[in-house]
């Protein structure tokens, strides 16, 4: 009997032991990955500095460990107010709620700091580039896209567009994963498409259109 106590505390300091191991192994997969996503972003950056190279990746990849730390907080603090509150789905609803606006003030005060230190060291060019770095350049290709598609944008139009795919973006950069930053895209699209056929075009035949000029000039 003693033998199984004895078997039984080994197997559960082991099962610990190899908990703790994937955790790490789990956070140093994680770190590298992120290191790795920094520096392809400062690669387009154009700095000779090799020293403020290196800074600028380091407060890049920090923003991605920070935002993640913030997003693992909060599916812990969601999991546990489900579960205090799974039988009320009215106080649980607003302890959720009450959680979310946490989690976009905490996002909210993070933005501004990171892009204070990104500042402290890049161009605001440079700063740009950054941004759809982190966001897979889906502003400019999604801009130019409006135009090619729509010939006839007017000047106030195009302003406006690239307002909201600006505006998408800095929403992005926060995000927890890339669908969810795609995700914001897809609402602001939603929103300027709204806006361009309350203006008088037929986005469907513009699509159309613009697909046989790409053909074209493919032929060509």
């Known amino acids: 009997m003693r033998y199984i106590g004895i078997l039984f505390l080994f197997l559960i300091s082991l099962t610990n032991t190899l908990a703790q191991n994937n955790a790490v192994a789990d956070k140093e997969a994680y770190v590298k990955v992120i290191t790795e996503r920094a520096a392809k972003i400062v690669t387009v950056l154009g700095i000779d500095d090799k020293a403020k190279a290196e800074k600028v990746a380091n407060v890049i990849r920090d923003q991605y460990s920070n935002l993640n730390d913030i997003y693992a907080a909060r599916d812990l603090n969601v999991k546990a107010l489900k579960e205090k509150y799974k ?16 989690v976009e003030a905490s996002l909210a005060k993070l933005h501004k700091k990171y892009l204070k230190n990104l500042s402290a060291h890049l161009t ?86 613009w697909q046989k000029r790409i053909k074209a000039a493919k032929g060509n």
């Not at 801009?143 to 010939?151: D, F, N």
């Not at 926060?174 to 806006?195: L, P, V």
């Open 87 to 102: 039988e009320n789905k009215a106080e649980r609803d607003t302890a959720l709620a009450k959680e979310n606006r946490a």
């Open 124 to 209: 605001e060019k440079q700063v740009e580039q950054v941004k759809d770095g982190m966001t897979y350049g889906v502003v400019p290709l999604t801009y130019r896209a409006y135009q090619e598609q729509i010939l006839t944008l007017t000047e106030d139009q195009k302003k406006q567009i690239l307002t909201w795919l600006i505006e998408a973006r800095e929403k992005a950069m926060d995000a927890e994963s890339s669908d969810k930053k795609h995700a914001w895209f897809g609402k602001y699209k939603g929103r300027i498409n709204n806006y361009l056929s309350a203006a008088g075009y037929d986005l469907k035949k513009e699509g159309e259109e």
